[in-house]
């Protein structure tokens, strides 16, 4: 039986509690960061509920807290958050193709990497009201862990913030754990992935390069690899 849109907003609820829990935990660090570059509560918290993204948030306070332009913000975060650009190719194609653009907007808003996880990993075409339950916690979440994070984020123990930002890590790995156990090639090119990853970051002359483009490089190379080896044929819908 179809489920209707408010069944699919319920079940994104229930994979966006661990996410939301998540962002709540690890945007403690962010909010530090934030207060160290100058930013009241109100202004890193509508930063955080507009722009859901660690790393280019992390770059964004430290440069306007070394008083850096308008374009050099801009072009580290254009190279920062690139691979956000390979997720939403990669959600485009799981919605059907009758998702109208607004749908399609509102989804590319908000792509994280575990909100692209629990998404890409529905069965079928994409509802677009899956991943508006489980952005409707993602989203306050990081908002509220970074308001948390400039209030009182320098008052905790500096190993308690540590652990805490080690919690997303660990919610990640759930996400593709599962597939992995029923399909031999997706636990197969998670391996691959760590290892190259892995690699990637103790090879000296790969110092020079960003840690986002790293990451397109690889996605790009890994997922072209394992269409190319594993194809997966498409069920096309009846009309």
């Excluded at 919690?167 to 990640?172: I, R, S």
Aim: hydrophobic share 50%; aromatic share 10%.
């Amino acid at each position: 039986m179809e489920l209707s849109n408010r069944q699919w907003y319920a079940r994104g609820l229930k994979a966006g509690v661990p996410i939301g829990l998540g962002y709540l935990a690890v945007a403690f660090t962010l909010g530090i960061a934030a207060k160290n570059a100058g930013l009241t509560a109100f202004q890193a918290t509508l930063t955080s509920f507009l722009i859901n993204a660690s790393a280019g948030e992390f770059v964004g306070f430290t440069l306007i807290g070394a008083g850096a332009s308008y374009l050099e913000v801009a072009i580290m975060e254009l190279v920062a958050n690139a691979r956000y650009l390979l997720m939403s190719f990669s959600l485009s194609q799981k919605l059907s193709p009758k998702t109208g653009i607004g749908h399609r907007m509102l989804i590319g808003w908000y792509v994280t990497d575990e909100v692209f996880g629990v998404s890409i990993s529905a069965p079928g075409y994409l509802n677009p009201f899956y991943t508006y339950g489980a952005i409707s916690l993602a989203c306050p979440g990081w908002a509220i862990g970074t308001c948390l994070g400039v209030i009182v984020g320098n008052i905790l123990p500096a190993s308690l913030v540590s652990a805490l930002s080690v919690g997303l890590y660990g919610m990640f790995i759930a996400i593709f754990v599962p597939p992995s156990k029923t399909s031999k090639v997706i636990a197969g090119l998670v391996l691959v992935s760590m290892a190259l990853s892995f690699a990637f970051n103790r090879i000296p002359v790969f110092d020079g390069i960003s840690s986002g483009i790293k990451t397109i490089i690889l996605t790009v190379a890994i997922s072209a690899a394992a269409a190319l080896l594993f194809p997966i044929r498409e069920v096309k819908e009846d009309a």
